[in-house]
């Protein structure tokens, strides 16, 4: 039987511990790390992510700016507000909730944000920089699966990891981190992805399993290897009338299926989910410090 990997135990851990250096920081005479989000429209799913983003942000000591725009809004006067944003040097850290209204092309905007405050680590340059090994933001579910393998002390090196999706925001940063030459890497890689078609075939050569394609409970026990470590970043809400809220959270891994037979495995909800804003309020602490820029 496997040990579920504890995102909620492991995130409150990690949250106590950047509370307590912002206290240091702010007893020390520097301001609060200051992280702004900007959020366009009124999507229910980014409605609650960004909430719970400012809600931390209270919790671990920070200050936090929200800045709401009609969807309406032009591609410009949404570029002049990031820009606003990277000319205040009191504000340390900026995401722009995504997805945004189909009149913006998001690769704009990431790329507007400057370097040394996208937190969310999307930008070009901050990509680059993580492929090529220099000081970079790490975007936020990534950083939180290499902070829970390193909780666990699960060893990646010589292992072969899959990656199963090449999403921009996980799957394809997955796969750079995976291979560096760093504590939780030195694994062989292969990233795949819809149009692979022995899928189950090389998901059962893998140690470690990380599935980030976004379809419910997608990954069975055929796709898994006996002891395999088992990653689980899929969040899809599916209606579900026996809850209150009338649905949901389902991962990409159908859990009671695969769990048997994995050493280690991330449940949904509790699993990775926590770790993600752990992982934006530490880009925002080493925006504040100066650390990567
Ligand atoms: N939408 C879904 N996930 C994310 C994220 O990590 N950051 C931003 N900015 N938007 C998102």
Do not use: W
Not at 154 to 181: D, E, F, Y
Request: glycine letters at 8%.
């Amino acid at each position: 039987m496997s040990q579920i990997i504890d995102g909620k135990f492991v995130s409150e851990t990690m949250k106590a511990s950047i509370a307590k250096e912002v206290q240091e920081l702010v007893a020390a005479g520097q301001r609060a790390p200051h992280l702004v989000a900007i959020l366009v429209g009124n999507n229910g799913a980014s409605e609650t992510y960004v909430a719970n983003k400012v809600k931390s942000c209270e919790e671990l000591g920070f200050t936090s700016t929200l800045l709401r725009f009609e969807p309406s809004i032009t591609e410009a006067e949404l570029l002049a507000a990031v820009q606003g944003v990277n000319d205040n040097p009191d504000m340390d850290g900026l995401i722009v909730q995504l997805p945004l209204p189909d009149h913006i092309n998001p690769d704009k905007v990431m790329e507007m944000i400057h370097p040394s405050k996208d937190v969310d680590g999307f930008h070009p340059i901050n990509i680059g920089r993580m492929a090529k090994g220099l000081p970079a933001y790490i975007s936020a579910t990534p950083q939180g699966v290499l902070d829970l393998l390193a909780y666990y002390n699960i060893q990646t090196a010589g292992k072969h990891c899959v990656v199963v999706g090449r999403s921009q925001i996980v799957g394809l940063p997955m796969s750079i981190l995976m291979q560096r030459n760093h504590p939780q890497g030195n694994c062989t890689v292969t990233l795949t992805h819809s149009r692979t078609p022995n899928l189950e075939e090389i998901c059962a050569q893998g140690d470690i399993v990380i599935a980030a394609l976004g379809k419910p409970e997608f990954i069975k026990a055929a796709h898994i290897k006996e002891g395999a470590v088992v990653i689980d970043v899929g969040l899809t809400r599916v209606v579900d009338e026996s809850k209150k809220s009338g649905f949901a959270l389902k991962g990409d891994v159908d859990f009671a299926d695969v769990a048997p037979k994995c050493s280690y495995i991330t449940p949904v909800p509790k699993g990775v989910g926590p770790m993600t804003i752990v992982s934006l309020m530490k880009n925002t602490l080493l925006a504040a410090k100066g650390t990567i820029y």
